[in-house]
Nanobody, 112 residues
Framework: VQLVESGGGLVQAGGSLTLSCAAS??????MDWYRQAPGKQRELVAA???????NYADSAKGRFTISRDNAKNTVYLQMNSLKPEGTAVYYC?????????WGQGTQITVSS
């Protein structure tokens, strides 16, 4: 399984970014985004099943949208109204029948 993340970077508070994660090598049951801020534990941001059912952390509800293209095995995270506390490394995570796999992470820095 290979995961290729893209879309991170520096953005001002209130701005928007879209992350992408292209996965290959399997058929994925769920595709998720996690984040880890400095000194904090990794936490789930949003998840989506192959059928399109979504789940969001409270901090992401109303501002972030997760979506996936099953034909391309790609998951997206559209993030709007970003806040400085959203500064973290964002990780793609996918699950198939054998287990879970992590991307390398992409840094997002939200300046105030």
């Amino acid at each position: 399984v290979q995961l290729v993340e893209s879309g991170g970077g520096l953005v001002q508070a209130g701005g928007s970014l879209t992350l992408s994660c292209a996965a290959s090598g399997s058929t994925f049951i769920t595709m998720d985004w996690y984040r880890q801020a400095p000194g904090k534990q990794r936490e789930l941001v949003a998840a989506i099943t192959r059928g399109g059912t979504t789940n969001y952390a409270d901090s992401a509800k109303g501002r972030f949208t997760i979506s996936r293209d099953n034909a391309k095995n790609t998951v997206y995270l559209q993030m709007n109204s970003l806040k400085p506390e959203g500064t973290a490394v964002y990780y793609c995570h996918v699950v198939d029948i054998f287990g879970g796999y992590w991307g390398q992470g992409t840094q997002i820095t939200v300046s105030s």
